[in-house]
């Protein structure tokens, strides 16, 4: 073996392992294991359940070359029967070396016979080279066909030339093992994110399309960054690997939503499934009063303010429970309300209208959320991120629990749990927060409010930029896209 021969061997090996797309690796290897035994044609397949399927055939005397692009060859794959030799090649996993085919009678070549025929050629010397993995299994063989001297002259494939090529397609198989073994791994990520995306839209009618819709708006955003920066109106631009985890991060934003309340996180309005007890309070004390007007344990202006002041009560918590936003004046009438007693005329006591978690929901201003429930609800950032922090993201996706936890945080450090804004807040975390709030404002399906109009919730995101909570740019990208 020649220095110059050993160092291209070294070469391919090095290009082998820097190579990421299967097909250029297997173009890539034919062409060189062609080039390194002078062959003028060579076939290589893929083993697929019990067929060799050809993934490359290359036939230099005649122009032919098929699949060195990715295209698939519309030919039948070849049986694992032991009278190809190919096949052969496989099942027993040992290279095959033929001087001349045409005076070979352990195997069928009636195939390459009727190419032969075919196309004017004589194929002559041939070799069959199993490529096995690092775990012992055959992925397929390499084929090739009339090596040539140095006056292209067909001559056999010699042993070291033998063991160069069983060495070439050893590596090719790891390789190739190597690469399936990376998209498995992004397929069980994926798989993960989607099971626990399932887990958490099917807790709740209300949220059945959100994580979905925050990665679809995340991922738009990225493109639309993309797409300026190939125009020069855009420094930042992400890869795909990049944007995958943008997008993987926004599926998993919610996940620690699995561990709130039901109750807090489908409550439609102020009082959710307090609302059930206290009209049958109301409706008891109604009868109670008048019990005790007809049995005179009250007189008649006392049993007409008792009433009068629960028929308000009962009106009040029908309005206030469905209300969209409580102003001062009506607020002012809640506080008075809240803080009724109603006087039970047989027994002399009096008992107060509402306890404190009542009180507390019929005074919430906006949503239905009281600020403990709210602190409950805020609490699935901390457990997103407790969550992610016991599953292993290799460094494809290792940055996406991290943006995940952060998408409730503010350029302005007003955001939540952690307050991290400025330099330390990313691209990645601030387009997810631009996604998750538009999502929230256009969305048809929340409990505790109706969709705004497109207009009117990029009207409050540019608010909420204006004060400087969220990227300005990216609101306007994602309104570029939605439009």
């Not at 050893?170 to 887990?199: D, G, P, R």
């Not at 009063?289 to 006392?302: G, P, T």
């Not at 506080?335 to 009096?350: G, L």
């Amino acid at each position: 073996m020649t220095k110059d021969i050993l160092q291209q061997i070294l070469d391919i090996g090095i290009s082998l392992t820097a190579e990421e797309d299967p097909n250029k690796l297997l173009a890539y290897i034919m062409e060189n294991a062609m080039e390194l035994t002078g062959a003028d044609g060579g076939t290589l397949y893929l083993l697929e359940g019990d067929v060799l399927k050809f993934r490359i055939m290359k036939t230099k005397s005649k122009g032919f070359d098929k699949g060195s692009d990715g295209e698939p060859i519309d030919i039948p794959a070849v049986p694992l029967k032991k009278e190809n030799v190919c096949a052969y090649s496989a099942i027993s996993k040992t290279a095959l070396n033929i001087e001349d085919v045409y005076n070979n009678e352990v195997f069928d070549f009636s195939g390459p016979k009727r190419y032969d025929a075919m196309n004017e050629y004589r194929t002559q010397s041939m070799i069959a080279i199993p490529m096995i993995n690092n775990e012992g299994d055959v992925i397929g063989v390499m084929q090739l066909l009339n090596a040539t001297d140095e006056n292209g002259n067909v001559r056999a494939f010699s042993k070291d030339e033998e063991r160069i090529l069983l060495s070439l397609a050893s590596q090719t198989a790891i390789c190739l093992a190597n690469m399936e073994y990376v998209k498995n791994l992004s397929k069980q990520m994926w798989s993960f994110t989607e099971a626990m995306t399932e887990a958490i839209d099917a807790r709740t009618p209300y949220n059945g399309s959100h994580t979905r819709k925050v990665a679809e708006y995340s991922g738009k955003i990225v493109d639309r960054i993309n797409a300026l920066h190939e125009e020069g109106k855009e420094d930042l631009s992400f890869s795909e690997e990049h944007r995958e985890q943008v997008v993987m991060a926004a599926f998993l934003h919610d996940i620690g939503k699995m561990i709130v309340p039901i109750d807090v996180m489908n409550k439609e309005t102020r009082l959710g499934k307090y609302r059930k007890d206290i009209d049958a309070r109301f409706e008891n004390r109604l009868l109670k009063n008048e019990i005790n007007y007809l049995k005179n344990r009250c007189s008649e202006a006392d049993y007409i303010k008792e009433k009068e002041k629960l028929e308000k009560a009962v009106s009040l918590v029908a309005e206030v429970d469905s209300i969209g936003f409580i102003d001062d004046t009506k607020m002012a009438e809640i506080c008075e309300c809240i803080e009724y007693v109603f006087t039970d005329y047989e027994t002399m006591e009096e008992y107060p209208f509402f306890d404190d978690t009542e009180k507390e929901c019929m005074q919430v201003r906006k949503g239905t959320l009281t600020q403990a429930e709210r602190i409950i609800m805020e609490n699935h950032v901390v457990m997103t991120e407790r969550i992610l922090s016991k599953v292993y993201f290799n460094k494809s996706f290792s940055m996406a629990p991290i943006w995940a936890a952060q998408h409730h945080e503010c350029i302005n450090n007003s955001g939540y749990p952690k307050k991290i804004g400025g330099d330390d807040l990313g691209p990645e975390a601030r387009i997810l927060a631009v996604a998750d709030i538009c999502d929230a404002l256009l969305a048809t399906d929340r409990p505790y409010k109706k969709p705004l109009p497109k207009e009117k919730a990029f009207a409050i995101m540019e608010s909420m930029a204006n004060e400087g909570k969220l990227e300005m740019k990216y609101v306007n990208y994602l309104r570029e896209c939605l439009e």
